[in-house]
């Protein structure tokens, strides 16, 4: 009679976690409170995976990870590591979704093996905490731990009434941000914009309703920040589709024959006639001369519906050449129905690693057709670089740089090195503005006016671009409460 034997394969245990600051601090030598949070929770229990998620730096990342596979019982193959862009470590919406991305990709490549999951709730913000209880208690079921100096390891138990009144309540709350969160990511182009960063999801509303008018638009923004593209964006979808788009530059044209290109000649159409029922899109028009000025106001003032839309645009702030006495107020009125700002690519927190990929993409079709063009990537080294760039040339200097990096590599990945020989280093790069951390010391600099100088600059723009809410803005530059971010506002002297 043979012998019938049971078999129970155990179950693969995998933790996930973020890397907090104790955490990089201990391997920096920094942290007097212990080995951090990871390493502490790696001592006490044994996993077969450990995945470990960071949005401090693929460097500081890869720096911890050297740090910790010698001091624990993890080998290479056990443990993974996942770069994660945030646009902000608070960022609810955008942790919620990594996170879930990250489980999700792990369980895939575990596929064969059942797994029991484990979320350290330690390391990182309250809000990457509070991700991993709604994820452990409404999608993955997972084990959560925490651990501190003074209490060590322990496992963490939902009490009954969080888990059956405030769970659902909060997974609610967070579905509802990701649906918010993924339709931006769906919809998050607009013509041959690629963006999900909130300054660009609101100027690309604006940019939508403005389509549906035919009343004038001034687009304002530094240079290369794509101006011509938004002008043809706006045709391309308004009702005027169907009619005639036509570009001029002022500044590209002489003044005597600016007048002649805009009204007509004897012999020849001008742009306002070739747009008719269309867009007439006018670059540069801070240097139309006065005649002409006077004569575009003359044709605004009497435009009929089948006259073209005008779309205008400014390398530099035309309410002040209005100021200046060097722009017709008349005309600036007239013209500037609309306006749209355009954010400069170091102001679109969120959209920098997107717009690498789709600019890469963009170059890899246009090549593509050159004699032994092979299509390539970026490495997770060049990116990562690539990402610590200010780009005061903004989206025009980005392309130009990977075209010549696209050019320079070799192989069919783009390495750090060719990113490097492609980059123009000028005066205004790098991660501080050299106005205010360049200045002299030799002659002594005011530090507290230094301080009020930047605390001024981003409340302002916090306050801009929350559109005056100020618990928001109190939360963009990172103050406790809008009673504090209002005291601040009175002590640097910030208007209202």
Not at 364 to 378: D, H, R, T
Request: charged share 25%.
């Amino acid at each position: 009679m043979g012998v019938n034997f049971l078999v129970y394969i155990l179950p693969m245990n995998i933790l996930v976690t973020w890397i907090g600051t104790h955490d990089i601090d201990a391997a920096a030598g920094k942290n007097q409170r212990g080995p951090g949070p990871v390493a502490s929770a790696l001592a006490e229990y044994r996993f077969d995976r450990v995945l470990l998620l960071a949005n401090q730096s693929q460097e500081k990342l890869d720096a911890y990870v050297d740090w910790l596979l010698p001091i624990s019982a993890l080998t290479d193959s056990s443990l993974r590591k996942k770069y994660v862009q945030l646009t902000s470590p608070t960022d609810f919406a955008g942790i919620y979704e990594a996170a879930d991305r990250a489980i999700s990709e792990i369980l895939n490549d575990e596929a064969d093996e059942e797994a029991e999951l484990t979320f350290h709730l330690s390391p990182g913000t309250s809000q990457m905490a509070a991700v991993w209880i709604l994820l452990s208690a409404g999608k993955y079921a997972a084990k959560l731990i925490q651990s501190s100096p003074e209490a060590g390891v322990e496992t963490v138990t939902l009490p009954f009434e969080i888990a059956a009144e405030l769970v659902p309540n909060m997974l609610k709350s967070a579905d509802a941000a990701l649906t918010r969160a993924n339709a931006t990511l769906a919809g998050g182009s607009l013509g041959e914009f690629t963006y999900e960063s909130p300054a660009m999801n609101r100027l690309m509303a604006k940019a939508q309703k403005a389509a549906q008018r035919s009343v004038p638009v001034l687009i304002e923004g530094e240079p290369g920040t794509e101006k011509v593209l938004l002008a043809r964006t706006i045709h391309d979808n308004s009702r005027r589709a169907e009619g005639s788009y036509v570009q001029i530059n002022c500044g590209a044209t002489a003044d005597d024959e600016i007048a002649d290109l805009l009204f007509g000649g004897d012999r020849f159409a001008g742009a306002l006639d070739r747009a008719h029922n269309g867009t007439l899109y006018i670059e540069e028009i801070e240097c139309l001369p006065p005649d002409a000025q006077a004569q575009l106001q003359n044709y605004v003032e009497n435009q009929t519906e089948d006259d073209p839309r005008l779309i205008i645009s400014s390398r530099s702030n035309l309410l002040e050449k209005v100021a200046d006495g060097d722009f017709r107020e008349e005309l600036f009125y007239l013209l500037a129905v609309i306006v749209l700002k355009i954010p400069p690519v170091r102001e679109r927190s969120g959209d920098l690693s997107r717009l690498l990929d789709h600019v890469v993409e963009k170059i890899n079709e246009q090549s593509g057709s050159e004699p032994g063009f092979v299509a390539k990537s970026l490495s997770p080294a060049a990116k990562s670089f690539l990402l610590q760039q200010r780009w005061p040339g903004n989206v025009h200097e980005l392309e130009n740089t990977l075209r010549r990096a696209l050019i320079w590599s070799d192989g069919e990945e783009i390495s750090e090195a060719d990113v490097l020989d492609a980059l123009l280093i000028s005066a205004g790069r790098g991660g501080a503005d050299n106005d205010i951390l360049g200045r002299p010391i030799e002659d002594g600099v005011d530090i507290q006016e230094l301080i009020g100088e930047v605390a001024s600059h981003y409340i302002a723009r916090a306050i801009e671009a929350a559109e005056g809410n100020r618990s928001q803005a109190a939360k963009l530059v990172g103050l406790p409460s809008y009673q504090t971010l209002t005291n601040w506002m009175k002590k640097y002297d910030i208007p209202n």
